[in-house]
């Protein structure tokens, strides 16, 4: 089976950083994920991390290190839109596992 | 426009009548899947396929079934609806399985059981 981690929430103010961690046990993996999920509405894809390291994308990016079985979502720069649910998920053999999610709140 | 088509986005039905939720994609896309969301459990995966006649169990198919006879469908059954069925179920797709690309989301299946 799986396990996979993340906080429940973090609060943090427009402009700042935020860093979302992941663990996870797993009997297999493929890669890790990374989705944004605002309320009511369909995830929408961020990141994918296969190899160990840090992959930038604009304000956001992902790093992985699976022999510590760790991920982590830096998003930078803040705004407003960025309030949102962010859910990791490790996938392995065709089987995708996501976490509970982390809610995400920006404040002015 | 490349999309996940679901239907019904809302559904109240009552106890043990079967119903069907489509998801169709044009993105030709091999992998289809299925997951429910409820509250503090986050996304928990039904069913997946990795190509046409081809399905497999997720974490949670108990009381689901899919077929996939065509690449671009890949209907959710359930064939006597319980009240912790009540839940919100997306369809998702991507190419050859989600070790090579993002998966595309659906806009979501709310499911109400009475």
């Known amino acids: 089976g799986q396990n996979i981690d993340q906080p429940t929430e973090m609060t943090a103010t427009e402009g700042a950083i935020v860093q979302i961690n992941c663990t996870y046990q797993?009997?297999?993996?493929?890669?890790l994920f990374w989705y944004q999920q605002h309320a009511g509405e369909a995830p929408t894809f961020l990141s994918y991390?296969?190899?160990?390291g840090l992959e930038e994308k604009g304000r956001f990016s992902s790093f992985l290190s699976r022999s510590k079985g760790y991920s982590y979502l830096l998003l930078k720069e803040l705004q407003m839109k960025d309030s949102a649910s962010y859910l990791c998920?490790?996938?392995?053999?065709?089987?995708?596992?996501f976490g509970a999610g982390t809610q995400v709140v920006v404040t002015p | 426009e490349a999309q996940v088509t679901q239907n019904p986005r809302y559904l109240i039905t009552v106890t043990g009548k079967k119903l069907t939720v489509t998801c169709s994609q044009n993105?030709?896309?091999?992998?289809m899947s299925w997951y429910r969301q409820d509250p503090g459990l986050g996304l928990r995966q039904i069913y997946y396929?990795?190509?046409?006649?081809?399905?497999d169990k997720g974490d949670v198919p108990e009381g689901y079934k899919v077929s996939r006879k065509e690449k671009r469908n890949f209907p959710l059954i359930l064939e006597s609806p319980s009240p912790n069925q009540t839940s919100l179920y997306f369809c998702?797709?991507?190419?050859?399985?989600?070790?090579?690309?993002?998966?595309?989301f659906g806009e979501g299946s709310r499911l109400t059981v009475l």
């Open positions: 998702a797709s991507s190419v050859e399985g989600s070790n090579t690309g993002e998966l595309f």
């Open positions: 797993t009997s297999g993996f493929n890669g």
């Open positions: 991390n296969v190899l160990d």
């Open positions: 998920a490790v996938h392995s053999w065709g089987k995708l596992q």
């Open positions: 993105m030709n896309h091999e992998y």
């Open positions: 396929s990795m190509n046409v006649e081809v399905t």
